[in-house]
């Protein structure tokens, strides 16, 4: 399929963040072969659509979440961690079916897709259903099945990886991707993650892990191995793989030079470190050492969604706020964020950037709207100021996911029955 996109406004997000207007967008196949000025073409298009009064950018990329906890969404609220999840998450987790993760995922693909998401990643189990609600609905996903090394589920966690690996890697054209996904230092302990070292060096794919995301798990990872988290994962060998680390809320300056040696991919989640009382990841630091920095929203019991334009403010504002400082993380550096650094962040070198030869993931935003005039500067305009309802087209590998507000390859109503029946049946025992 080909598709013109013609005169509209590009924020491309490239290395010298260039910013077109009157321009075209060409997409052939799964791929964007042009852009530039506007011109008169001289070939056939499948379709084209008229762009003018319009805003293309690249697609966001969601770097950490668990999509199926969409289930649990405002299930618990206003409470801590440990006790969110030792008292209220895990206990219904543990009653979830295979079932129930496919509805809760085509839930928050349904919930990404219409707010401008074009990759989600996940860690979660029940992996194979989240493969298959991606594969369906054409979103992009890079999935790992979530490990804990310290319950009776700790071997069966890696054969279940190994074989989801094997099954999906590289499936639906390269759409679907994968990853390891030891949970955090506090359920994998040395031992256990010595063993996801050794299934990586079968499988060649790259790790996901929890990291430093509250002072609590600071002061137990000191207290039982004298190392802070980072300290303990380099002891460990496993900075010597490629890893994508989530949260990283509570760091020191040696841990910090420790992922900028290694080369760790940091994913920021603002929202739910604030709603969980975490903290504040030293962002302005980790961006100071040229360490990769993506965006993610983490699950949507601890949001409460996945609207990345909600997370991408948090990030250009927080910072601002708790440094006293408004020259921090600018709009440009929280919407490369939650793009481009997001997909490096998960090992996509051909996603996040409006360019020639990437994937055609891109969203279209109508900027005739009142809070989106004048428009002095669209990067601001979509950090600062753009809502989901201003998204007129969404675009993943080059199909047309999203238009007009309708979710073309999703049943809607189908979709908030079944998470809604699912999700009240879970939370009151789960008994059939
Ligand atoms: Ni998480």
């Not at 949260?247 to 841990?255: A, G, R």
């Amino acid at each position: 399929m080909s598709i013109l996109l013609r005169g509209a406004a590009v924020l491309t997000v490239n290395g010298d963040f260039e910013v077109l207007t009157g321009a075209d967008v060409v997409v052939d196949g799964q791929n964007i072969s042009y852009v530039g000025p506007g011109k008169e073409w001289h070939r056939e298009f499948d379709r084209i659509i008229d762009c003018s009064n319009k805003m293309i950018v690249p697609g966001f990329v969601n770097a950490h979440g668990h999509a199926a906890m969409t289930l649990l969404r405002s299930y618990a609220d206003d409470v801590p961690l440990m006790f969110w999840l030792e008292k209220r998450i895990w206990p219904v987790e543990a009653r979830l079916k295979r079932e129930d993760v496919y509805w809760g995922t085509m839930l928050a693909i349904l919930e990404m897709l219409k707010s401008g998401t074009t990759t989600f990643t996940d860690m979660y189990f029940f992996m194979d259903q989240v493969a298959e609600a991606a594969e369906e609905c054409g979103i992009r996903a890079v999935l790992s099945r979530g490990l804990v090394g310290v319950d009776h589920m700790a071997d069966r966690g890696l054969e279940e990886s190994e074989q989801f690996v094997r099954n999906w890697q590289g499936r639906s054209q390269g759409r679907i991707t994968t990853m390891l996904g030891p949970h955090a230092p506090y359920t994998c302990p040395p031992a256990y993650l010595k063993r996801v070292m050794e299934l990586q060096a079968k499988l060649s794919v790259p790790v996901q892990i929890h990291l430093s995301e509250t002072l609590d798990e600071v002061h137990h990872i000191k207290s039982e191995y004298g190392v802070s988290p980072p300290e303990l994962l380099k002891d460990t060998g496993l900075f010597a793989l490629p890893v994508l680390a989530a949260h990283c809320v509570h760091l020191s300056d040696d841990d910090m030079d420790i992922l900028r040696e290694y080369n760790v991919r940091v994913a920021h989640n603002p929202g739910s470190n604030l709603k969980l009382g975490s903290g504040i990841a030293p962002v302005p630091d980790l961006l100071a050492r040229g360490i990769t920095v993506g965006l993610g929203t983490d699950g949507a019991a601890s949001n409460n969604n996945l609207d990345m334009l909600e997370e991408v403010r948090l990030a250009a504002l927080i910072h601002k706020g708790s440094r006293m400082d408004p020259t921090v993380v600018t709009a440009g550096q929280a919407l490369a964020m939650a793009t481009r650094e997001s997909a490096k962040a998960i090992f996509l070198p051909d996603v996040g950037t409006i360019a020639e030869g990437m994937k055609a993931d891109l969203v279209l935003y109508d900027l005739n709207r009142p809070h989106l005039v004048p428009q002095h500067d669209l990067a601001a305009h979509l950090v600062y100021a753009a809502q989901p309802g201003d998204i007129s087209l969404v675009m993943v590998d080059g199909r047309v996911l999203v238009e007009n507000g309708q979710a073309v390859t999703l049943d809607e109503e189908k979709i908030l029955f079944q998470a809604q029946q699912r999700a009240l049946h879970l939370v009151s025992g789960g008994k059939e």
